[in-house]
Each structure stands twice: as structure tokens, then as C-alpha cells.
């Protein structure tokens, strides 16, 4: 259920990249921001999409539900040793490096050196080789320690909260994000905007006002914290006064009082 839940959140975050590409492929896509710039500046929302579907994807935390490490010891897992062991944490680091290879491709010029038009020019040598594959390599490393670096730092969600955030937020936001950006791309085309620093620059600032505006709406205590408390403060005052099932503090219980020593000096 995890799975099918966040795969298409995963696959709708793309197509924005796609519709200022103009085309599926990945070379193409790097080519279009190293002239416009990282998609992650044009295409901020679909990118915190595409990252939080990835972590759901691959069964990191806080996404873990399905492996659930510490509650179940490695689960089906402890039927395996030696390189049969093994080979599972193998598959989950290689789609965790597929993952971030492909964060690198589609929002951060993929193996496109930033600030500079040198290696997008011929002719190509082995110098350009190396210091592309450098880059891409650094962007993918990048975020694989993410990676890391959230499973040491994140609790894992509930199970009402993963389905509620994949199902009740982030594909609507997804197929959203996509009307909005194919009417804005429509707009400025017509507009005369050349695609270029420019055109980037523009859906940068639309990318600002939606997130400011998802980072007033988001959450408010029903979808990735639903424990939290529903009523007003008022409200709430009232029935710790009246101190009634509702009151969840501590009120202080007078002791029993001590009962006085026998006269025979027993307990």
C-alpha cells in the first residue's frame, strides 16, 4: 500500500521537469538547466515531492513501516545468512543511489559543473570527462548522506499518518502543481519570454508565494500530527477547572493520611 501510494506523488513530480524540457531524455533535461538553471529554482515544489516520495519509496525512515527494523529484528531476513543476508541491505543502498542519481538528473543539472559553460562546450576531452563525472558524483553522494543523515534524525510516522499525508496531500499537490505550471509555462511563452535566466527566474517567484502559502496551510495538526490537541484554549482550560476525563494534566492527590502507631508498638 505504501508503494502504490507514493509512486504516483513520485511520478506526477516529474512531469513538470518534462514540460520544461520538452522531452524525456535525461541528456536533454541536464542541457535545459544548464541554460535555464537547476530545476530545484524552477521546480521547487515538484522536487520536496519527488524527495519525500523517494524516501516513502525506497522504505527509509520515517517511511520504514515496511521493514520496521528495530520492532521486528530484520524481520523475514533472519532466514538468511551470509551473502543471501546481505544482498538485501545491497538492493536497498542501489535504489537509494538510484534515487539520488536521479534527484541529481532531473532537479540539479545532473553532471552539468554550476557556474560555468565550460564543459557544455566542444570539444570533448578527458578532462571534461572526469570533472563532469566528479560532479555528478558529488550531487549523487550528497544526497545518499541525506539519506543517512535522516535516519538518525526523523521518528517514524504511524500508519494512518503515511496514508493520509501520501493520499490526502501530496497527490493532490502533485497533479495541482501541474496545471499550475503548464498554465504559467503557457503564460509566459505567450508573454515573449525567451526560455533562459529569466523564464527561471519568474517561476522562482511563483515557487516562493505557493510554498509560503503550503507552509501557513500545511499540517496544522491533522495529517502528520493528528495527536495533538483539538481544542481551544479556552475550551481546554474549562475542562481542566472542571476536571473531567478531557483534563490530560497532573493535579496534585492529597496523601492518605498516617495511621498512628499501635499502642503495643506493632505496625
Known sequence: AQMVSYEIAMGMSTIPVLLL???VSLSAIVA??????WNVLSLTVAWL??????FAETNRLPFDLPEAESELVAGYHTEYSGMKFSMFFIAEYANMATVSALTATLFFGGWDIPFTAWDNTGPHTVAKTLATLAAFGAKTAAFLFLFMWIRWTLPRFRYDQLMALGWSLMLPLALG???LVAALVLALDAAGLARGPGFSLALFAVNVALLAGLGAWFDR???ISPASARLGGAELARLRARGLPGDRGVRAVPAPPTPAPAADGGA
Do not use: E
Not at 515531492?49 to 523517494?54: C, D, E, I, S, Y
Open 177 to 179: 502543481y501541474i496545471v
Open 21 to 23: 524540457a520538452g522531452n
Open 32 to 37: 535545459q538547466q544548464a541554460h535555464m538553471g
Open 221 to 223: 495538526g491533522r495529517i
Open 49 to 54: 515531492t519527488f524527495l519525500v516520495a523517494a
